[in-house]
């Protein structure tokens, strides 16, 4: 996207002026991802894909299924070109400086998703998929993206770095903020299906940033391989290793001398109600906040956020 252009000179003289380097951004370097970046994004992404497998189903009790189709290097034009029509579009704060990260769903899965954090099967009939999203769709889509992201971190920490945010749900397309729509990004294409109900989804990732977030993460790793030669099999039995998780579900003070007095079949009240958020502690430290239920006959609790 570089061009040139003359300009007069006080001698009269024509002079080559490389637009390019003026703009701010070179758009000849826009998909510049060296072909170990690109390995290392797709195993990023591969690795979403295999979280979000075991996360889903724990989270809404729903089959689900997640798999990394292709990565596409393109601009935030291309990319709204080969959208559906009314998108469903999670903008995201990728980092202060730098364009977004947009996550577009379809909306076939996301309302059966939403089925399902509201208690339903996943099956919930859609009249019009193209409908405009209420207030309550959309904020549910933004816990959605967020969690998401969430679980990408976990096995992304350098992803973690940029803290990355939804702060828009929308269905419009258009510029991102102030962001240049031949700003070159690449386009991770995921295939996802929940209870049955297929279709994509397509996280659109500014290349500059991302440049920048796989160089720290290779320099990481360079440094971790010159430092210790067995980390990495040290990193493929981790994943096994035990961790004590437990919730916390309740608690009250008394005086020495009410303890005394207890007997078999006091009720002594506890300071939380059945409704109450819990805390899960991994390691003893919270970790996720829950709510208690029961699943076949055994008490259970359902994570619907991590610990502040």
């Not at 920048?212 to 993460?217: D, F, I």
Request: aromatic share 6%; net charge negative.
């Amino acid at each position: 996207m570089s061009s040139s252009r003359h300009s007069g000179t006080a001698a009269g003289r024509q002079s080559v002026v490389d637009t390019s380097r003026v703009s701010g951004y070179d758009f000849r370097q826009a998909h510049s991802l060296s072909s170990d970046q690109l390995r290392e994004l797709q195993e990023h992404c591969g690795n979403l894909c295999r979280a979000l497998q075991r996360y889903v189903p724990e989270y809404t009790g729903l089959p689900a299924q997640f798999s990394l189709e292709k990565l596409s290097p393109m601009t935030y034009d291309a990319y709204l070109d080969g959208l559906p029509d009314s998108p469903v579009l999670a903008i995201c704060q990728f980092s202060r400086d730098e364009a977004p990260m947009v996550w577009q769903i379809d909306t076939t899965p996301i309302y059966a998703y939403m089925d399902a954090i509201l208690g339903g099967d996943g099956n919930a009939s859609i009249q019009n998929p193209e409908r405009d999203l209420t207030m309550l769709e959309r904020a549910l889509v933004s816990q959605i993206v967020t969690e998401f992201i969430d679980t990408w971190t976990d096995v992304w920490p350098g992803l973690g770095s940029v803290d990355p945010a939804v702060i828009e749900v929308r269905q419009t397309t258009g510029r991102f903020g102030s962001t240049s729509l031949q700003e070159a990004i690449i386009v991770a294409t995921l295939s996802f299906a929940i209870s049955g109900v297929g279709g994509h989804m397509r996280i659109g990732m500014p290349s500059v940033a991302l440049r920048a977030l796989l160089k720290q993460s290779s320099g990481s790793r360079r440094r971790a391989d010159a430092t210790d030669p067995d980390i990495h099999a040290a990193a493929a039995h981790l994943g096994g290793a035990p961790v004590r998780v437990s919730v916390q579900l309740a608690g009250t003070t008394m005086t020495l001398r009410e303890l005394q007095t207890l007997n078999v079949g006091d009720v002594v009240i506890l300071d939380r109600g059945p409704a109450d958020q819990l805390d899960i502690l991994v390691s003893g430290k919270p970790k996720f906040r829950a709510i208690s239920g029961l699943v076949n006959k055994h008490v259970a609790v359902r994570v619907t956020g991590r610990a502040a």
